[in-house]
């Protein structure tokens, strides 16, 4: 009788580990396609790279592409789209930009919000 009860919290945990790498997977995968479709999307005058003079960002409509968020310190490669709005689903996809803040490369103190990041960067 043990032994079948032993057998069954192991298969229970099994199957608990396997949920959890499966959302993880998922969760992966569905940021990645977001951060694709977000980049792609990016106003050109916040896109500029290595500019001697960092760009403004325009402001965009809640969930809409609004900077390209470079870290160089966390690799030549790192980059992640900023959508305008703190909101969850907006989060969901990268990180987010709190409305009532400078924009992003603005005087003043931009302010954001995110969770999570799978994976170190998305593929360009």
């Known amino acids: 009788m043990r032994r079948l009860a032993a057998l069954g919290l192991i298969a229970a945990g099994l199957l608990l580990l396997t949920g959890l790498v499966w959302n993880q997977l998922a969760d992966r995968h569905a940021t990645a396609e977001a951060q694709q479709r977000l980049l792609s999307s990016v106003p050109e005058q916040a896109r500029a790279a290595g500019a001697r003079l960092q760009p403004v960002a325009t402001s965009v409509r809640t969930g809409h592409a609004l900077a390209v968020m470079r870290v160089p310190r966390f690799g030549g490669d790192w980059e992640w789209a900023v959508s305008e709005g703190t909101s969850l ?15 992003p490369g603005a ?10 990041a799978p994976g170190s960067a998305v593929p360009r």
């Open 107 to 116: 005087r003043g103190n931009a302010a954001f919000a995110a969770h999570r």
């Open 89 to 103: 689903d907006v989060i969901a996809d990268g990180p987010g930009h709190y409305r009532g803040t400078a924009l």
